[in-house]
């Protein structure tokens, strides 16, 4: 049977997609080859060859968080993700904080990737036809065929991603793979996955870079309106999503350290971290690996930015509808049946801050990418641990047959070592950033300044509008299902 648009306007689309096309959406997101090139040149000469482990080290606190959030999916089924669980578990204000920062930090992590994204399109283009172009151009071409697609139908995204995501991830396994089957630079070393490495040089930075990694996995359970069998679908997508990445990105960098060995790795990072993957793949495969790898990581960070634009869609569809924000937010397309109204507001907000950037004559990396990621670096693990306390506080009152460690103990567990990646983040931030302290305490307190915001609209609420306040999380289009 087809999936079907509810006349009601209030529910996405019915069984459009499936736990592979969650994977896509999920792995897409941490962009494969962008963030290779990118992010873990920069883990490496800022933190050390350890990055390798830390991949294991931050997918096993994961795939320890996802027991009780798979467990979480099975009793409250609707779009929402986080906001929906924190509502559940600690209250209707703190979910609606949780709402307010997730939507903050996928909204500026999809604007901020433009900026990325247009200076390797504008590297890219001289590279192969020898003409200059304007940075803002790529960003303008990029945010306009993000809103685009953000309208079209979300099964249609979910194969764009796919194919961009299996030409990224292929390219660097073949690399990868060369690399370890030549013996590297100076033979085969495990030293990466040291914990003398992993944690005895700057854990705060190589923390920082490796959660970006996994930056929206925990969004599976927003297409739980949209995917087929959601009781099987979204623990396989958020399982399959967590080892997909982990297993990559240990193999990947530990590969491309091998290309240069444990210091010879450690040296280039830190020279000239943007061309570390170049010069590996030159070394090992040649020119024509090069030039592959160049087109591939523009369409990487698109896929990037697709995936961020879904997921800001979704957070506002689902306060839209909740009337925790104009309830305009909350109305679907009538022929594809998505959050349009969302996805045109976020594409204007990026358009505006595009233009913005480059009347100022800012620098499209270092001042929009980076200051785009940064509130998602720190906004990502603090609302999971909120997502965690929720998960326990709900199955506290109830665990509905399940056992102690799935819904107490892991969750708990969990909880706590996010709680701890958290502090050393923002403890190392100005490392990460290379920025003053004013800076990445604005970047830090405006992930804050929303949790408050929100917490601050429910209580609001709560005494202007009682009925929307008690409908927060739980609006129409929700379905809470009992054990």
Not at 365 to 384: F, R
């Amino acid at each position: 049977m087809s999936a079907q648009i509810d006349s009601g306007a209030t529910h996405l689309r019915r069984n459009a997609i499936g736990a592979r096309h969650i994977v896509f959406f999920v792995v897409a997101a941490a962009a494969p080859l962008g963030f290779a090139v990118g992010a873990i040149p920069l883990a490496i000469g800022r933190g050390g060859i350890g990055v390798s482990g830390m991949f294991i080290v931050v997918g096993i606190i994961l795939l320890v968080f996802a027991v009780g959030y798979v467990a979480m999916a099975k009793h409250v089924r609707r779009a929402g993700g986080l906001y929906v669980y924190v509502s559940e578990g600690l209250g209707r204000a703190m979910g609606l904080g949780t709402a307010f920062v997730a939507t903050l930090a996928y909204a500026i992590a999809a604007t901020g990737a433009v900026g990325i994204f247009a200076i390797l399109a504008q590297s890219v283009f001289l590279e192969f036809f020898l003409i200059e172009t304007a940075w803002v151009l790529w960003a303008l071409i990029a945010t306009l065929l993000m809103g685009l697609l953000g309208v079209l139908r979300v099964e249609l995204n979910a194969r764009v991603l796919g194919i961009v995501m299996v030409c990224e991830v292929a390219i660097l396994l073949v690399i990868g793979a060369v690399i370890v089957i030549s013996g590297g630079a100076e033979g085969l070393s495990l030293a990466a996955f040291s914990p003398a490495e992993v944690f005895g040089v700057n854990p705060g930075v190589l923390l920082a870079v490796v959660i970006s990694a996994f930056a929206g996995f925990e969004a599976t359970v927003l297409y739980v309106e949209e995917v087929r069998s959601p009781e099987r679908s979204i623990p396989r997508a958020t399982y399959g999503a967590i080892f997909v990445l982990v297993a990559f990105y240990a193999f990947v960098s530990w590969a491309v350290i091998q290309a240069f060995g444990n210091a010879g790795a450690v040296e280039i990072a830190a020279t000239d971290p943007v061309g570390m993957f170049f010069a590996a793949a030159d070394g090992f495969l040649g020119l024509w690996a090069v030039a592959l790898l160049g087109v591939l990581v523009v369409t990487s960070w698109f896929a990037s930015i697709l995936a961020f634009h879904n997921a800001t869609t979704r957070y506002l569809f689902a306060l839209g509808r909740d009337q925790a924000i104009p309830r305009k937010f909350g109305t679907l397309s009538p022929r594809f049946g998505s959050p349009m109204f969302a996805s045109i507001t976020h594409t204007t907000f990026t358009l505006i801050i595009v233009i913005a950037f480059a009347l100022a004559g800012a620098d499209p990396y270092l001042d929009l990418y980076v200051l785009g990621s940064t509130p998602a670096v720190v906004a990502i693990p603090v609302m999971e641990c909120l997502a965690a306390a929720a998960i326990v506080a709900y199955f506290a009152r109830d665990r509905r047959g399940m056992s102690v460690w799935r819904v107490i103990v892991a969750p708990a567990a969990a909880g706590l070592a996010l709680l701890l990646v958290t502090y050393l983040i923002i403890t190392q931030l100005d490392i990460f950033t290379a920025r003053g302290a004013l800076v990445n305490s604005v970047l830090v307190g405006v992930v804050f300044v929303a949790l408050l915001a929100g917490v601050v609209r429910a209580l609001w609420l709560k005494q202007r509008d009682p009925a929307v306040y008690a409908d927060l999380g739980r609006a129409s289009g929700n379905e809470v299902v009992s054990a």
